[in-house]
């Protein structure tokens, strides 16, 4: 490719055309409970690793659901397992336990 | 002779019916637990979207069922099945006949001291919205200070869409009854910072939106877009409240000196017992079942057993009135094709 000495950024823009969400499917299957998150932030508000870190588990399903795997494999380092998350959760997702099965589905490759 | 209706519950919907019962020449009998008429409309201050006082509604009702015989403080001890009618033996000794029972027991407020993370009964600053209203008619709570709160919040959804309180549906009332108490403290405190955490706002009736609107324009309340998670003291002895701001993705603090919890609508625990006694079912969200929830909302499946208001479900005060003269007409309907 031609140097123009400038480059166009990657576009930041959410294509669901692209987007592949066969693991995502997959994980469905495995945790159907995830359909239920209507996004309020209580497990975002009670993580305590969230203000260091920004682990987010509304951020993380929201992430799967537009397929951006990379971004969502990244934030489950962040992830201490400790629980709270689930203790607050309106809908009762059992989140710590979504986040293992995530782990098993997604860090494989 | 004048034909027995029995009514069960003395709340709004229960005097309206009553009121257009007697209007079509039936003779209703109002079954009241407690010692006053008027159910939760009767402690409340003023009702959305024109602030009429509450009152006001009330005694119009009462007026207008004046006529009707009415027991309060009774309850109903036990139902007999007869041939074509119920024997209702009432707490007091009475005993009613009469073919048509109409349940029109309303709800009760969700304890909000089951969400133990908002601090209900633990922290001096903590109220639910029924306090709110109980001291905008008294001006007697000590948890409210005289020169008015500095900051302070509204807490939606608290006991709704909860399934862990196992209360999932959603109370239809509170996100306005929020903005409405909201703009109700900051005209009393205009120097008070109010914000209203909430994760959906459903603006559905006649001119919510308006209030929504004028609420945060007018009055400059602050909407944060989150489930509160977590209440605690700090060694001042003021609330910080901690929720996740899902706009900007960030954890948000708040220090307050009064927050208010907007405990929502929970089907009666006594309802449930009446209901057992003629071998009612409940539908699958906790609240009495009706035949069909499009066509028959005020019939049960039950011959001759017919519902008002907030015994099949959250509603609105117009909607149990609108409702309450719709059951009248269908008991009146149900007589007509009986003779």
């Known amino acids: ?109 | 002779m004048k034909e027995n209706i029995l009514i069960i519950g003395g709340g709004i919907a229960g005097l309206e019916a009553a009121a257009q019962l007697l209007k079509l020449g039936y003779n209703p009998i109002i079954v009241e637990k407690s010692d006053h008429l008027g159910g939760h409309v009767a402690e409340w201050n003023r009702l959305f979207p024109d602030m009429t006082p509450a009152e006001d509604v009330v005694s119009r009702l009462i007026a207008g069922a004046g006529e009707a015989n009415i027991f309060l403080n009774t309850g109903i001890s036990f139902v007999n099945r007869l041939k074509d009618s119920y024997n209702i033996m009432l707490s007091n000794g009475i005993s009613v006949i009469t073919r048509i029972l109409l349940f029109a027991t309303g709800f009760t407020l969700f304890d909000a001291a089951k969400k133990e993370e908002y601090g209900y009964g633990v922290y001096n600053q903590v109220m639910t919205n029924m306090d709110l209203e109980r001291w905008f008619n008294t001006g007697n709570d000590e948890r409210i200070p005289e020169e008015g709160p500095k900051t302070m919040g509204f807490v939606h959804c608290v006991g709704s869409r909860d399934e862990k309180a196992r209360n999932p549906q959603c109370s239809k009332v509170c996100c306005i009854t929020a903005v409405k108490q909201a703009i109700e403290m900051k005209q009393k405190f205009p120097d008070a910072m109010i914000y209203c955490f909430y994760m959906d706002l459903r603006m559905f009736g006649k001119k919510y939106e308006d209030f929504y609107i004028s609420a945060q324009r007018d009055y400059g309340i602050r909407f944060i877009r989150g489930r509160v998670s977590e209440v605690s003291e700090n060694i001042e002895g003021r609330l910080v409240v901690k929720a996740e701001d899902t706009l900007s993705g960030k954890p948000v603090k708040v220090t307050m000196d009064l927050l208010v919890l907007m405990a929502g609508i929970v089907c009666n625990p006594d309802t449930c017992r009446t209901a057992g006694l003629v071998s009612l079912p409940v539908d699958s969200d906790g609240f009495l079942k009706s035949r069909d929830n499009i066509a028959d909302i005020t019939e049960s499946p039950k011959e001759g057993i017919f519902y008002a208001g907030t015994c099949t479900g959250p509603k609105t005060v117009p909607e149990t009135l609108a409702e309450a003269r719709s059951a009248a007409l269908a008991i009146h309907n149900y007589i007509q094709g009986l003779k």
């Open chain 1, 1 to 109: 490719m031609m140097d123009f000495g400038f480059k166009i950024s990657p576009s930041s823009a959410i294509n669901l055309d692209n987007a592949d969400l066969s693991l995502y499917d997959e994980l469905c299957k495995a945790e159907p409970d995830i359909c239920k998150c209507m996004a309020c932030g209580s497990c975002s508000a009670a993580c305590p690793a969230n203000r260091f870190s920004g682990m987010s588990v509304r951020k993380l399903i929201i992430d799967l659901q537009r397929g951006k795997k990379k971004e969502a494999v990244k934030m489950l380092s962040d992830c201490m397992l400790c629980g709270k998350c689930t203790m607050v959760c309106p809908r009762g997702i059992n989140t710590r336990h979504l986040i293992l099965s995530i782990c098993k589905l997604y860090k494989e490759d």
